[in-house]
């Protein structure tokens, strides 16, 4: 097999750098299942990653990109044939054995997921992990007991990936919406999700008290710290939050009484703690009803795989909303 591009992460003097570099498919970590990538797509953890601000990689060097899809080339596994469609998102890319930034990658037969009937490869990407995120922490709250008419759904990080396919899915399932965020600039591409309120992140009233009045039937949440501290006190009896992030902060402080006089329900959000059969029927779900329907508004961004490198500080500077999709081959 030829040599194909990638973009490779490597630590040289406790230094991070990220660059394209010829490889072969020798040089790639194990696996049974070589793929044709043709798309991927950028999370936070990406941009992390590639920078060095953030410690991602358990090991050295590695090709960047937990998310992609594309065409089996090569599979030592009968479950997947040269020419099937797949997806592989997570499942250690990037983190422990190489990503989706490359032309060719090769992975674990596992890891694989097809295709599903309802999505193309670029729409999978458009979803990727933080996509799979919100339509599992909304699978998990509708498990819970989670109904429309409990009351309107908050989305804390409303503008970010995760936010974005959350409020779009609910909106579509019938909740009304409440978009926390503090991104204004961003209110009418919220609204064109579903979104049908609005909280500023920056003003709001969080109070106190043990108990605050109840306003939320469930909230989907990215921020963690005093925002969860806050919606804790604030979801109705027998509301459901789902814990998906920490960028305000790991800890948070709350007591026990919204869980023991208003019977709220906490749910942590792993899409790697499920088993094959749960990630692949959720991934069919994405095809399908939990398919959002503003899937092509979402994707704020669509970058050329040259242009990758330049990519990444919008992450950082706050310009960032949405998804954006890289284009890696045909």
Not at 44 to 51: E, I
Not at 138 to 157: A, E, K, W
Not at 295 to 301: N, S
Request: proline residues 4%; glycine residues 12%; charged residues 20%.
């Amino acid at each position: 097999m030829s040599a194909f591009r990638a973009f490779r992460i490597n630590q040289t003097d406790g230094k991070i750098a990220a660059a394209f570099e010829s490889l072969t498919v020798d040089d790639l970590t194990a696996g049974e299942v070589v793929i044709r990538v043709s798309w991927s797509g950028i999370n936070f953890k990406d941009a992390l990653a590639a920078t060095g601000r953030g410690k991602i990689l358990r090991q050295y060097p590695l090709n960047g990109g937990i998310d992609l899809a594309g065409t089996v080339m090569q599979s030592a596994d009968p479950r997947h044939r040269e020419g099937d469609q797949v997806l592989v998102c997570s499942a250690g890319l990037s983190e422990t054995v190489d990503g989706g930034y490359s032309e060719v990658a090769r992975v674990a037969a596992d890891s694989v997921v097809p295709l599903p009937p309802g999505l193309s490869a670029r729409e999978a990407m458009a979803l990727g992990t933080a996509g799979f995120t919100a339509a599992l922490a909304v699978s998990r709250m509708q498990h819970n007991g989670l109904r429309p008419d409990m009351g309107p759904v908050v989305v804390t990080g409303a503008s970010g990936g995760v936010g974005s396919v959350a409020i779009s899915v609910l909106a579509a399932l019938g909740y009304s919406v409440t978009a926390f965020t503090g991104k204004t600039a961003q209110h009418d591409y919220l609204r064109d999700l579903g979104a049908s309120d609005f909280i500023d992140r920056h003003s709001a009233e969080m109070g106190e008290r043990p108990l605050e009045k109840a306003l939320w039937g469930g909230a989907v949440d990215n921020a963690g710290g005093r925002t969860l501290s806050w919606l804790t006190r604030t979801v109705r009896p027998r509301g459901s939050i789902a814990s998906i992030g920490l960028v305000e902060d790991h800890a948070f402080s709350t007591s026990v009484m919204p869980f023991i006089l208003r019977g709220v329900s906490l749910l942590g959000v792993n899409v790697l703690e499920i088993t094959v059969d749960e990630r692949d029927t959720l991934w069919a779900r994405l095809g399908d009803d939990l398919k959002p329907p503003q899937l092509a508004r979402i994707v704020t961004r669509e970058v050329a795989f040259d242009d990758l490198p330049g990519a990444f500080d919008g992450y950082f500077d706050g310009s960032h909303f949405g998804r954006a999709v890289v284009k890696i081959g045909d």
